[in-house]
Each structure stands twice: as structure tokens, then as C-alpha cells.
């Protein structure tokens, strides 16, 4: 931000109005984090930034920041269960299901993954 006046009334201040506890806004504007963020607890903020002058009744300004945070893969896929027990006839035939495993990643989608036997693994 600038203010075309002179002296104490020319100087800008900047406050961060929200979300102080996770951002911080320094003398010249810059925004930074103030701590670790995570897309799976929340993917967007929306910060306001105020700005006001130097005089002894400051004149402000603010304007909305929009903050999207984005996906590093941190997270591990996960089983439903640690174990599984199967029971397959022998003369069943090729591609034959025998397991439908339900894998998922924490706080995201669900993923069905299928597991079909190869005849030509057991002969």
C-alpha cells in the first residue's frame, strides 16, 4: 500500500484483522506463516489486511486475501482391516475375485482397490 502524504500521515501500518494465530504481517507488507499448515484440516482462508496511515486519526484501508493451501503427499494409504483370511476353491477359474480391499488416505476420498487371482500364479 502507499499514501502520497508527508511525513508520520504518509507512513503505512499493516495489521492482519483475522487469523492471527496462523499468519503474520510485517512493516513492509509481508505476509508469512506463522505456523504449519494442513490441507486435509483446511484447504482456504480468507485473510483481510488493513492498512492505515501515520496521522493521528488514521485513515484505513482493507482488502480480502484469498490463501489456498495446497496438497503434498503426507499422508500413507490405509487398509480397513491388518489381516485378511480367503478361502478359494481350487478349480476356481482364471480371474476370479477373491478380494475386494477397501483402501483409504485419512480425511480424503476412499479408494476401492481389486485384487483378481492369475491362474498362471499358481500353476
Same mark, same amino acid.
Given at each position: ?22 499468519? #503474520?504481517?510485517? &512493516?513492509?507488507?509481508?505476509? *508469512?506463516?506463522?505456523?504449519? /499448515?494442513?490441507?486435509? !484440516? ?9 492498512? #492505515?496511515?501515520? &496521522?493521528?486519526?488514521?485513515? *484505513?484501508?482493507?482488502?480480502? /486475501?484469498?490463501?489456498? !493451501? ?9 487398509? #480397513? ?15 476370479? !475375485? ?9 480425511? #480424503? ?15
Amino acid at each position: 500500500a502507499t499514501d502520497p502524504d508527508l511525513g508520520e500521515s504518509g507512513q503505512v501500518h499493516y495489521r492482519l484483522v483475522n487469523h492471527q494465530k496462523l499468519f #503474520s504481517i510485517n &512493516a513492509t507488507g509481508a505476509i *508469512r506463516t506463522a505456523v504449519p /499448515l494442513d490441507r486435509e !484440516v483446511k484447504g482456504h482462508y480468507f485473510l483481510v489486511v488493513e492498512a #492505515s496511515d501515520g &496521522a493521528v486519526d488514521p485513515r *484505513r484501508s482493507r482488502l480480502t /486475501l484469498s490463501v489456498t !493451501v495446497l496438497d503434498v503427499d503426507d499422508n500413507s494409504p490405509m487398509f #480397513s482391516q491388518q489381516s485378511y483370511n480367503v478361502n478359494l476353491p481350487e478349480n476356481s477359474p482364471k480371474d476370479t !475375485v477373491i478380494l475386494r480391499l477397501q483402501v483409504g488416505f485419512w480425511l #480424503s476420498r476412499e479408494n476401492v482397490v481389486e485384487v483378481v487371482l492369475s491362474k498362471s500364479e499358481f500353476d
